[in-house]
């Protein structure tokens, strides 16, 4: 705390010192329309959200008026992202030479607008991207602040589209988390037996990934899952990781998550999964060769990063984003990690989480995203943020059949790159994972499980060839899908025979 103070301290004499009196006094003179003076309220903006989802099928905070944005900003705590620079592509902050001049520019703006000291507005600078949140609570400073040459966005950073209930069904929708603890008995029917006593399950025969096993199993390659955690209590993910016919591997957690509703809290809640969703995938990229009678992993002699980012898996408040944008920073800068799977999303972009995206991929990493699971409320979207970015690669699930068909609540569209059998035909089960619990199988479902397990299988070529790059990894992939060398619309290159792609 005190070297927070201190950096603050610092920065307040910086930029108190680069404003002159003149500029302190003359004050620009910004007329608000008196309809525009009472802020709008939460089912009113959403309102205006959900008329560019249906007509557009995307929504971004540039686009909305300042009014729009002003009236986000008060009703989510006042917590303004503005992400800065010399252009829209310059994000890092080791790129930007002039990037604290930048800031402090931008810091003066808000302080003269705002009437108010250096600390009561800054809430949090990034190290990595040239990003920062502060406290804004005037109309007039947003519109002083889009006015900058610096500026490359200003987005309401803890307002919470989905956590109203004003319009219908966004209740429902918004508490559909993702979460469970539940334990099952698998079906017989679900799985066949390994060695040593692993149960393999039905999906990963689909992609022939048995088969792929007597090239790779993922050895060398480290895998990293941005989630809601792991289970403290699945001794698989944790002292038994290399259990059975899996060795010499590691598994390391992180906690980035702030259990907290107020922004300036920086306490994390741990690594431990308290949710249900992280340990699955989880599970389904890297679980143990066990001889316990439980789901293996598809890359069972991958190594494991694990990070809980979220409470669930729906990315709706500044918390979530803010983890989020910290775990795949930090990924990024993980020479060891290879993939990211983040299984993971939001109905519209975040400028936070996609700079931290590119900066990842600028790190030269595979990123893997969720086309999305939901209910009617958003499968209207399609492929859900940040599955859409074309720094990463989106990942659905289908039913089981020779012919494409979507799993009953699986986001599709032109932003799909690959498919995952995940639900049977008959049955409807899905994917057989180790649960939360010690010694106890689970069911898991959706396109979360289908980007988990194309994760798995993206490690198992790079184990096979080491050499390789990301752009020849994934093109191996592509090259080893049923619809290749065609691209669905809907599906993308389709399901990936794993056996083909590490040979």
């Avoid at 500029?23 to 910004?30: C, E, G, S, V, Y």
């Avoid at 302080?111 to 609570?137: Q, R």
């Avoid at 390391?252 to 920086?266: A, E, L």
Wanted: charged content about 15%; some cysteine.
């Amino acid at each position: 705390m005190r070297r927070r103070i201190l950096k603050l301290l610092v920065l307040s004499f910086v930029v108190f010192a680069s404003c002159s009196k003149e500029d302190t006094n003359n004050t620009d003179a910004i007329v608000i329309d008196a309809s525009h003076k009472v802020p709008l309220t939460p089912s009113q903006i959403n309102a205006k959200i959900d008329e560019s989802l249906n007509t557009k099928g995307t929504f971004n905070w540039s686009q909305a008026d300042s009014y729009l944005l002003w009236s986000a900003v008060v009703n989510g705590n006042n917590v303004v992202t503005i992400g800065f620079g010399n252009s829209k592509s310059n994000f890092e902050r080791s790129k930007t030479a002039n990037n604290s001049k930048m800031q402090n520019e931008l810091l003066a703006t808000i302080i003269k607008y705002e009437g108010a000291t250096l600390d009561k507005i800054l809430v949090a600078s990034d190290p990595d991207l040239n990003l920062m949140d502060v406290i804004i609570s005037k109309q007039e400073t947003i519109i002083a602040l889009r006015q900058s040459k610096y500026i490359r966005y200003i987005e309401p950073a803890d307002y919470h589209y989905l956590n109203t209930n004003t319009s219908q069904n966004r209740s429902s929708s918004g508490t559909s988390s993702g979460c469970g603890f539940d334990s099952e008995i698998l079906a017989a029917a679900d799985y066949t037996t390994t060695t040593p006593n692993a149960k393999v399950p039905w999906t990963f025969t689909q992609h022939n990934i048995p088969t792929a096993w007597n090239y790779s199993t993922g050895r060398g390659i480290t895998i990293g899952i941005i989630d809601t955690g792991v289970s403290p209590n699945q001794s698989l993910l944790g002292s038994n990781f290399n259990n059975g016919l899996s060795s010499g591997r590691t598994i390391q957690k992180n906690g980035v998550y702030v259990d907290s509703i107020w922004p300036w809290s920086t306490t994390t809640d741990g690594v431990n999964d308290l949710c249900g969703h992280g340990t699955s995938m989880a599970s389904t990229a890297a679980a143990p060769r066990n001889d316990k009678g439980l789901p293996v992993g598809v890359a069972y002699n991958a190594n494991l990063i694990t990070y809980r980012a979220a409470a669930n898996v729906v990315l709706d408040g500044y918390q979530e984003q803010e983890a989020v944008k910290k775990a795949f920073t930090a990924l990024g800068n993980t020479t060891d990690v290879k993939i990211i799977s983040m299984s993971m999303g939001y109905i519209f972009s975040v400028g936070k989480i996609e700079d931290a995206i590119k900066y990842a991929y600028g790190k030269g990493k595979l990123i893997f995203c969720a086309a999305g699971t939901s209910t009617s409320f958003t499968t209207f979207v399609g492929v859900i943020f940040p599955a859409w970015m074309p720094e990463t690669v989106a990942v659905t699930g289908v039913k089981e059949g020779t012919t494409y068909q979507a799993c009953d609540d699986c986001h599709t569209g032109s932003k799909v790159d690959f498919t995952v059998a995940m639900q049977r035909a008959s049955s409807g089960n899905t994917v057989p994972v180790a649960s939360y619990y010690e010694n106890q199988n689970d069911y898991i479902g959706g396109s979360s499980v289908a980007t988990a397990t194309t994760a798995g299988i993206a490690a198992l070529v790079w184990a096979k060839n080491p050499t390789w790059t990301r752009d020849q990894v994934l093109a191996k992939m592509k090259q080893s899908a049923n619809l290749y060398p065609n691209r669905s619309n809907t599906y993308g290159y389709g399901n990936i025979n794993a056996a083909l792609a590490v040979q």
